[in-house]
């Protein structure tokens, strides 16, 4: 079973930066794709970037510019660099875990628990 852990969120003034990390352990994958997700408030969850196994990385418009998604394989890790944030960036963050790739959904990854990010003054 893949075990799924995020870290890092906060409260955070917008224009603030905000670095989340997810850390995955338990999988047997070769190939590992791993990515970020957030539910904002009454809103569906939705992929926010991911980077898969081959180091191909997608981004959501509403953040390119701004995340930067990092990865550590030898650690079967990845990061997320926030900056510029903005309320609207207000969610629950969630880590997906996949074979290869993540998809635009994660259905078929492992999750973890989701860690908060409140953007606010």
């Known amino acids: 079973q893949v075990h799924v852990v995020e870290s890092g969120g906060g409260l955070v003034q917008p224009g603030g930066s905000l670095r989340l990390s997810c850390a995955a352990s338990?999988?047997?994958?070769?190939?590992?794709?791993m990515g970020w997700f957030r539910q904002g408030p009454g809103k569906q969850r939705e992929l926010v970037a991911s980077i898969d196994s081959d180091g191909t990385t997608t981004y959501a418009d509403s953040v390119k510019g701004r995340f930067t998604i990092y990865r550590d394989s030898a650690k079967n890790a990845v990061d997320l660099q926030m900056n510029s944030l903005k309320p609207e960036d207000t969610a629950v963050y969630y880590c997906?875990?996949?074979?290869?790739?993540?998809?635009?959904?994660?259905?078929?990854?492992?999750w973890g628990q989701g860690t908060q990010v409140t953007v606010s003054s």
């Open positions: 338990g999988n047997d994958y070769i190939e590992v794709g």
């Open positions: 997906n875990v996949d074979r290869a790739f993540v998809s635009a959904t994660g259905l078929f990854g492992s």
